[in-house]
């Protein structure tokens, strides 16, 4: 049986951008979204409290296409190819990724929309714009960790909060809020701090600026 060791590959990229953001004197925090992923598209935020990304993780290029199988993922493609202004928003803050094996594994990036927003992963979707992936976004993770922190990929809160209110909203959670969860970086004992919404994570991290460099949330199962 051939495992997909997802999981795996967010860890591996997370301790990366961990020790990055140590060197730099920069605070990560990075949230599961548990099981908000299948209406915002994604598994993971990751935040320096300045910029933001959603990103989906799969284990390998080939399980790319397992979101061809999503029907909020094509209603999104395909509302994305209509609206210009909602489209700028996500290729600035969400992202797929995946890893690569050569000699050794990496971990690959794309923006989402030009990875996945095609007719080669949605067949059925005739109307949609790309015949095939744009892979000419594709960046390696430590490119994406060195703009990210240098603020040069990522959105602000304000677009950040703004995308993914309408991803809440296209999938039938209009007015809803993103909960999510951080370890607290300031306590010695397990302490987990619960947020019912962005803006109060926000707040919290601008007011609590971590002594650490990483903050991260459990993973669901």
């Known amino acids: ?24 004197g920069r605070a990560m925090s990075r949230c599961s979204l548990d099981g908000q992923d299948s209406i915002l598209g994604a598994d993971y935020i990751f935040t320096t409290t300045t910029n ?31 609206d210009v202004s909602r489209r700028s928003q996500s290729l600035k803050c969400h992202y797929i990724a995946w890893s690569k094996k050569r000699q050794q594994r990496s971990v690959v990036f794309n923006k989402y929309y030009p990875e996945v ?64 969860m951080l370890d607290n970086p300031d306590s010695d004992q397990l302490e987990i701090l619960d947020f019912p919404s962005l803006e109060l994570m926000k707040n919290w991290l601008d007011h609590n600026r971590p002594n650490r460099s990483v903050t991260y949330s459990t993973p669901s199962p």
């Not at 590959?9 to 060197?23: G, I, K, M």
């Not at 015949?131 to 990522?154: H, P």
């Open 117 to 180: 927003c095609n007719k080669n992963i949605f067949p059925q979707a005739l109307q949609m714009v790309q015949d095939e992936g744009d892979i000419t976004s594709r960046q390696n993770a430590n490119e994406v960790i060195d703009k990210f922190l240098n603020g040069e990929i990522g959105s602000n809160y304000y677009t950040f909060k703004q995308y993914t209110n309408w991803l809440l909203s296209i999938g039938g959670h209009e007015g809803s809020t993103v909960e999510v």
């Open 52 to 82: 933001f990304a959603l990103v989906e993780f799969k284990y390998e290029e080939r399980d790319i296409r397992a979101e061809g199988n999503k029907s909020l993922r094509e209603r999104l493609c395909l509302l994305l190819d209509d």
């Open 1 to 24: 049986m051939r495992r997909k060791h997802e999981q795996s590959v967010v860890d591996a990229f997370s301790n990366q951008f961990a020790r990055q953001a140590t060197d730099r």
